[in-house]
């Protein structure tokens, strides 16, 4: 297992490197390059230039999230295969820098989705929050007007703004878009990278739907156990593989979080993890709660026990992490709060290794 921590670039990320290093455990962070839109080739000089910086530093970057899947792939147009080749180049380009692996995901229009990014909790700590109820009183646009007015004024992952400007255009176009369209042009996208991945060394890793259901009638196809096994199929090949997050998939009570790392772990479809809890609060409703199990509804212990009996090499991030002592920045992406959560989850390994010893 490699412990690692999400990091957007300089110019992007309030956190330096510096601190990141300063975390015990952490060997390197997942990375990106943020001023790329969804569909434009990573050079290997951008490449490399963020590689010379996180080396620098002392840390790894061997996890890159996310080469962002452009909508013409998804909607299945005939661009779609432009993209897909600049898609293949960015892959040949971040195997030269030594990255192992790409997460992405495959979700219509929205990534990840909140209705509040402070809510404020007792203690005067503040989270992501999500209510059902509040989205089906939204449009689209208004959601995404509350999102960017939400997020102090940082670009958040999935919510770019140039990816958003065409929302009413590319809601239009998904009007009659079925889950079996979106299926069928997610195995076109892999059937046109796998064969690059198998041959540079590069596992794909999907994220699944955030939160884990429909939103807004846009057909999304990743957010069950049985989704995740109707994927791996697409292209039976280790470099079709998985990023299961435990928040995301855990937002669904429905959803046994361990059982699923468990079953794609003994199966070698694991090549990366978020780990993180949630607290329900009522149908489709949550909150993002601090990593230890007692303060959400998630068993973390069966989750990090999973990941130890079944695909110990994965590399791992904590996920979402509060607001606390004050800390202003990216909502969902704090110093913190993520830092503890490491040292929670790391002990949590160590505890798993010497039992088993």
């Known amino acids: 297992m490699k412990m690692t921590f999400r990091w957007y670039g300089s110019g992007y990320d309030p956190i330096p490197l510096q601190y990141i290093k300063q975390i015990p455990g952490v060997s390197g962070i997942m990375g ?4 790329k839109a969804a569909g434009e080739v990573w050079t290997s000089e951008e490449i490399g230039e963020l590689m010379d910086e996180v080396h620098a530093a002392g840390l790894e970057c061997e996890v890159i999230e996310s080469v962002n899947v452009h909508e013409d792939i998804k909607l299945g147009l005939d661009t779609r295969d432009e993209y897909i080749k600049n898609y293949c180049t960015t892959l040949e380009n971040l195997a030269e820098h030594g990255v192992k692996v790409v997460i992405y995901n495959f979700m219509p229009v929205f990534d990840w989705l909140r209705t509040e990014l402070a809510h404020e909790n007792e203690d005067g700590s503040t989270c992501l929050y999500y209510d059902h109820a509040e989205v089906e009183g939204m449009t689209p646009r208004e959601i995404v007007e509350r999102t960017a007015q939400d997020s102090a004024g940082l670009t958040l992952p999935g919510w770019e703004p140039e990816r958003l400007e065409r929302l009413d255009e590319v809601m239009k176009l998904y009007e009659g878009v079925t889950k079996e ?24 890793a999907v994220h699944p739907d955030d939160p884990a259901w429909d939103l807004f009638g846009l057909p999304r196809i990743c957010n069950k156990r049985d989704d995740l096994d109707a994927i791996v199929k697409m292209v039976d090949s280790p470099a079709n593989a998985l990023c299961v997050c435990s928040g995301s998939l855990g937002s669904n009570p429905d959803n046994d979080v361990p059982a699923i790392f468990r079953e794609f772990g003994q199966r070698g479809r694991i090549a990366a993890a978020h780990v993180r809890n949630v607290k329900y609060l009522g149908y489709k409703h949550f909150q993002e709660a601090p990593h230890p199990s007692e303060t959400g509804d998630l068993d973390m212990h069966a989750i990090m026990e999973a990941i130890y009996e079944t695909c110990p090499d994965v590399y791992i991030r904590p996920d979402h992490g509060r607001m606390i002592w004050g800390e202003e920045g990216r909502p969902g992406y704090p110093l913190y709060d993520r830092a503890l959560g490491i040292t929670y989850l790391l002990g949590l390994w160590e505890a798993l290794s010497k039992r088993s010893r």
């Open 32 to 35: 990106v390059l943020s001023g």
């Open 181 to 204: 369209d979106m299926r069928a042009n997610y195995r076109y996208f892999l059937e046109g990278i796998i064969p690059t991945c198998e041959r540079v060394g590069i596992r794909m």
